[in-house]
């Protein structure tokens, strides 16, 4: 889903929470943090790009205008991280639930408190179908007043046990 803002991301994780027919495991949904995200993307080992090394091209990602818009998730399988996620860079920028702050990424300074939202810019990761090729680092970040919405914009859930 492409053109939603922060507050309809957000709004979305709370309901999948709490609709007990789509959550019966009783899980928590809600945006990444830009930690959590950033992890997911590099792993353990701290990748260049979500898949490994290699610099991006049409058969690992979405990007740079090559498609003209938006692809269907898993269309990019060469992309995929060694853990398995899929368009972890290009396609769509992601919201996180984190305000963007400068690194090192810090989650104790208050960048995960999600009091007074339309006072914050949070954080998109991944890049998108128009990114240059440098924008698809799994460090690269960039930041969004909650209220805005993009054709490049999305969002992805982080699925929490509670």
């Known amino acids: 889903m492409v053109g939603i803002n922060w507050y309809e991301a957000a709004a979305f994780c709370r309901w999948l929470t709490q609709h007990q027919g789509h959550n019966p495991q009783g899980f928590r949904y809600t945006l990444p943090s ?13 990748r260049m790009y979500p898949w490994g090394d290699p610099e991006p091209d049409g058969e690992r990602a979405n990007y740079l205008e090559i498609y003209k818009g ?16 899929l368009d972890m860079a290009g396609n769509v920028w992601e919201w996180t639930r984190s305000e963007f702050r400068d690194y090192p990424n810090d989650p104790s300074d208050g960048r995960e408190d999600e009091r007074n939202p339309a006072k914050k810019r949070f954080t998109l990761r991944g890049a998108s179908w128009g990114a240059l090729p440098v924008n698809l680092r799994a ?19 982080a699925r929490h046990r509670v």
């Not at 460090?139 to 859930?157: I, M």
């Open 34 to 46: 830009e930690a959590e995200w950033e992890y997911a993307a590099r792993g353990a080992a701290r």
């Open 139 to 157: 460090a690269g970040h960039l930041h969004l007043t909650p209220d805005r919405r993009r054709n490049t914009v999305g969002f992805r859930l």
């Open 70 to 85: 938006t692809s269907a998730v898993g269309c990019f399988p060469l992309g995929a991280t060694p853990e398995g996620l």
